[in-house]
């Protein structure tokens, strides 16, 4: 597809950025659907290469008004209450953002751009508590999501899966793992630990790295792996199906904090504190991504400490303009 108009919603989060200067970067017409007091800096050095569509997508005629603006060919749904520990405290508020939101953007590509191929973005959390013995997890899986956000996010599913089958909508589902990247916050555990070192090393704070459950294991990907690995699903993937998006390599929390503190520059001690332990931690999710590759030719490029040291350089810069700023 040469030079496809592209429409992405949930634009300004992690994978947004990281998709939206991908397809720039493949010579895509992108447009991006965003709330109005979502950061836009970060995509500051491709503004003038992108159009801005503005709403909600709980709002169905801001949805609609930009999917008839864009006339997309391609369309990415990033839009989503995208924290499962968030999702205990607002369940109404996660199902609400995640399955109306979908339903909104389907039906507004069903009425406006029906030939578009639309991704829809699933999460490993749809699997739930998962026994090590079916690890790695494949599609064939069942879902048993142990989360609201996980129940919202197969109510997203089978929403895309349903339009695909009753109105042949171009549909790609995607559940993917955990991924990483900067502009992410400090909600996912990677991000909290390079955080917090960064900070340690500034003198913002004591020298104590808090952390949750150090024992489960997690698949992480790097975002700019998962922005190619979207880019490879519009070109190659088949319609109708289901990809597990994953690294294929669960690696241990305890581990990954390890890992942090030997790249970091001060030494700390690791406490636990009990107010980051979840209702249910799923042991392990670690993902088979053999349907992916198969079907793309995509393959992971970034390991664990090359993701550590990134986010590390990422929260350094942030927190010496903290501690300028408190002098």
Known sequence: MTHPRVLITGATGPVGIALARFLVGQQADVHLFK???SDVRPLADVLERVTLHEGDIEDPFAVAGAVAGAQPDIVYHL????????????????????????????????????????????????YGVVDPAAVPISESH??????PYGVSKVTQ?????????????????????????P??????????????????????QPPVLLVGNLEPRRDFSHIDD??????????????????????GIASRIGDIVDEVCRQGHVAVEVRVDPTRLRPVDE??????????????????????????????????????????AAT
Not at 184 to 190: A, E, F, H, K, L
Not at 193 to 203: K, L, S
Not at 301 to 320: D, K, N, V
């Open 35 to 37: 709330r109005w007091r």
């Open 79 to 126: 839009a989503a209450q995208s924290y499962p520990a968030a999702s205990w405290d607002a369940p109404v508020a996660t199902l609400r953002v995640n399955g109306e939101g979908t339903l909104n953007l389907l039906e507004a590509v069903r009425r406006h751009a029906s030939r578009a191929r639309v991704h829809i973005a699933g999460s490993s959390a749809q």
């Open 142 to 147: 069942p879902c048993r999501p142990s989360s």
């Open 157 to 181: 599913e089978l929403l895309g899966l349903q339009y695909h089958d009753s109105y042949g909508l171009h549909v790609i589902v995607t559940r993917s793992f955990n991924h990483v990247g």
């Open 183 to 204: 502009y992410q916050g400090d909600r996912c555990s990677i991000q909290t630990f390079c955080r917090q070192m960064a900070r340690i090393e500034a003198g913002l």
């Open 226 to 247: 998962v922005s190619r690995a979207l880019w490879a699903l519009m070109q190659h993937g088949r319609p109708g199906s289901v990809y597990n998006l994953c690294s």
């Open 283 to 324: 042991p392990i999710l670690q993902g088979d991504n053999r349907r992916l590759r198969a079907d793309t030719g995509w393959e992971p490029r970034y390991t664990m400490p090359q993701i550590i040291a990134e986010l590390l350089t990422f929260w350094r810069r942030r927190s010496l303009a903290d501690a300028q």
